[in-house]
């Protein structure tokens, strides 16, 4: 059964820093792997979708990578600034199981000190 | 575009009550999804409709049924609500290859 790990639960940045967010899956037969944002009280907003036969995909100030031998992707946030404090999660969609059932990680809650 | 909307924002229930929650997307998708989120639990797929007329069960879909009503409308019901269905519901749709899901804000349901 796919299984998704966020390291670490929580990170605390200064702002303008560049930081790192990491995501772990057991099981490489993946169709895609997608990070979303979710701010308290409020739902998803997707971030980066990255197809299984991509390395990268970028957006504005935040790059997303995937490494799908190892079962890892990363989340890079250049410049942080105390707008960018959230919860990251991450999603892979696999073949196990049913069609766009995205598996998710547990998140990492980002928190940038102005 | 208002992209994917829930009905309603809160609610509370008595044990044994029954509800529906709403969902509507505008983008013109093909699928649509519905997940709860509980702390320590993550989110987890419920009922998904890959097409309008088909649903499928997904993970956790005991004590819920659904209902695709039109290509725009994905519907959540609880015929007879239990604390345990104490949670946040979120609804999803995707219209591409790609795969790439948009959510709606939430429900936020508590049972007591």
């Known amino acids: 059964k796919q299984e998704v790990t966020q390291i670490p639960a929580a990170l605390s940045v200064p702002e303008g820093e560049n930081l790192v967010l990491n995501c772990s899956f057991t099981?490489?037969?993946?169709?895609?792997l997608q990070w979303f944002r979710q701010d308290p009280g409020k739902g998803l907003t997707s971030l980066l979708l990255?197809?299984?036969?991509?390395r990268e995909q970028t957006s504005g100030r935040l790059n997303a990578s995937l490494d799908k031998s190892s079962g890892r992707s990363t989340l890079y946030i250049a410049a942080s600034q105390p707008g960018d404090s959230a919860t990251y999660l991450c999603?892979?969609?696999?073949?196990?199981?049913?069609?766009?059932?995205?598996?998710f990680g547990k998140g990492t809650k980002l928190s940038v000190k102005p | 575009n208002a992209g994917v909307t829930q009905t309603p924002k809160f609610q509370v229930l008595k044990t044994g009550q029954s509800m529906t929650l709403q969902c509507a997307q505008d983008?013109?998708?093909?699928?649509m999804y519905w997940y709860r989120q509980d702390p320590g639990m993550g989110l987890r797929l419920i009922y998904y409709?890959?097409?309008?007329?088909?649903?499928d069960k997904g993970e956790v879909p005991n004590g819920y049924n659904v209902s695709r009503l039109n290509k725009r409308e994905f519907s959540l019901r609880l015929e007879s609500a239990a604390p345990s269905q104490t949670s946040v519901y979120f609804c999803?749709?995707?219209?591409?290859?790609?795969?790439?899901?948009?959510f709606g804000p939430g429900t936020r349901l508590t049972v007591l």
């Open positions: 999803a749709s995707s219209g591409t290859t790609l795969g790439e899901q948009f």
């Open positions: 099981d490489s037969a993946i169709y895609n």
């Open positions: 990255i197809q299984s036969s991509q």
């Open positions: 999603a892979v969609e696999d073949y196990g199981g049913s069609q766009g059932n995205l598996i």
């Open positions: 983008m013109n998708h093909n699928s």
């Open positions: 409709s890959a097409s309008e007329g088909t649903t």
